[in-house]
């Protein structure tokens, strides 16, 4: 037998003489307006242009790009963002994302979690997609979005949208029924119906009831948020399946679903990001829930993050690109509805180009 030799490690005093000579990452943070096509009401707001949260971090070379929507309902907005990560000091490991995301509100997670994630991508020069290991031939169709508005222009919007496979109709301000058979009339696609938290359970029951003739494929969080047991009442009396939105902010509000409802929501401004989102995801498919990938009014950057995850859902609803009048960004396309993932390394978002407008953002 050979005589054994102590070994001793030489790898990391290398790796550690390499480490110093990387640069820390360093951020930048701005608001970003987008105006709309259209103005944009649901049950509790109406907004002309949406303001969202444009993050660029830069490390190694590398420029990436993040964004966040934040949402007032939970006490977040473009100012609490943008003074949280402009304060932030993140070290030189993009890689380092439990460390760098830890203890941030959801609406700031957000925008680092996507900047990182699109560092890291392009870091490996691999689309995101790749790195989460899904594939791109499944992704789904998104709805588009009516908005509230009176029953003439919603008739337009609903011509415009043309052919479109998929429609979510905003309701919760009256005229329920009256809207929807409006709508039916003209299009014989999916419909999908968003009231915003802006009817009560007795209201749900008889509404859906109703509605139920029109061929609707779910309704999206019809009551205010925090009731579990009266959405198990709307679900037990209801002909049309129950999604949460505003209930569903995160995994964790998935347990006290259980039995209440038949799908959840995802967006990654309320659950944090990329991170978040897959924790939401894995949860919910360990329930027995289906799942909606959304989104709130935003750019591309947002939308296209999302959309990196859609082959793990059943239904999107990523239509932000669609509503905003020019979008700084290009990112995700769509064929007949379906989303198409870019293919480039990263999120695959890079600004807007005059070309871009010759050729068409959206197919």
């Given amino acids: 037998m050979g005589h054994l030799r102590a070994w001793t490690p030489q790898g990391p005093p290398t790796v550690e003489r390499e480490r110093l000579q990387v640069p820390a990452i360093s951020l930048s943070v701005e608001p970003l307006d987008l105006p709309l096509?259209?103005?944009?009401?649901?049950?509790?707001?109406?907004?002309?242009?949406?303001?969202s949260v444009l993050l660029r971090?830069?490390?190694?070379?590398?420029?990436?790009?993040?964004?966040?929507?934040?949402?007032?309902?939970?006490?977040?907005?473009?100012?609490?963002?943008?003074?949280?990560?402009?304060?932030?000091?993140?070290?030189?490991?993009?890689?380092?994302?439990?460390?760098?995301?830890?203890?941030?509100?959801?609406?700031?997670?957000?925008?680092?979690?996507?900047a990182l994630h699109d560092c890291i991508s392009k870091d490996v020069d691999r689309p995101l997609?790749?790195?989460?290991?899904?594939?791109?031939?499944?992704?789904?169709?998104?709805?588009?979005?009516?908005?509230?508005?009176?029953l003439d222009e919603t008739l337009a919007k609903v011509r415009e949208v043309g052919t479109h496979p998929v429609l979510k109709v905003k309701l919760g301000k009256g005229a329920e029924i009256e809207t929807v058979a409006a709508i039916r009339s003209i299009y014989a696609g999916t419909i999908?119906?968003?009231?915003?938290?802006?009817?009560?359970?007795?209201?749900?029951?008889?509404?859906?009831?109703?509605?139920?003739?029109?061929?609707?494929?779910?309704?999206?969080?019809?009551?205010?948020?925090?009731?579990p047991e009266k959405l198990r009442w709307i679900r037990e009396r209801s002909p049309i399946p129950i999604v949460t939105d505003e209930d569903s902010k995160d995994a964790r509000d998935l347990p006290a679903l259980l039995g209440c409802v038949d799908g959840i929501n995802?967006?990654?401004?309320?659950?944090?990001?990329?991170?978040?989102?897959?924790?939401?995801?894995?949860?919910?498919?360990?329930?027995?829930?289906?799942?909606?990938?959304?989104?709130?009014?935003?750019?591309?950057?947002?939308?296209?993050?999302?959309?990196?995850?859609?082959?793990l859902v059943d239904w999107a609803d990523l239509d932000g690109p669609f509503l905003t009048a020019r979008d700084p960004f290009t990112g995700i396309t769509y064929d007949d509805g379906k989303i198409v993932l870019p293919d480039g390394p990263g999120l695959g978002v890079r600004p807007r180009q005059p070309q871009d407008d010759l050729a068409g953002a959206v197919r």
């Fill in 192 to 227: 999908r119906i968003d009231a915003n938290e802006g009817w009560t359970p007795e209201q749900t029951v008889e509404l859906l009831c109703e509605l139920a003739r029109f061929e609707i494929e779910f309704c999206e969080q019809p009551i205010p948020a925090g009731s």
């Fill in 129 to 150: 997609w790749r790195l989460l290991g899904v594939d791109p031939a499944q992704t789904p169709r998104t709805s588009f979005t009516i908005g509230i508005s009176d």
């Fill in 37 to 51: 096509k259209h103005t944009f009401t649901i049950a509790r707001s109406s907004e002309s242009v949406a303001h």
């Fill in 266 to 311: 995802v967006k990654l401004v309320k659950c944090g990001g990329i991170r978040g989102a897959l924790a939401m995801i894995h949860t919910a498919r360990a329930m027995g829930f289906k799942i909606m990938l959304g989104c709130m009014v935003e750019s591309q950057i947002l939308a296209t993050a999302a959309a990196h995850l859609s082959p």
């Fill in 57 to 114: 971090l830069h490390w190694n070379g590398i420029d990436a790009l993040g964004e966040s929507a934040p949402i007032e309902r939970y006490r977040e907005s473009v100012q609490s963002v943008t003074a949280g990560l402009s304060g932030l000091r993140l070290g030189d490991d993009p890689y380092a994302l439990e460390r760098l995301l830890h203890g941030l509100p959801p609406a700031q997670m957000c925008a680092l979690d996507i």
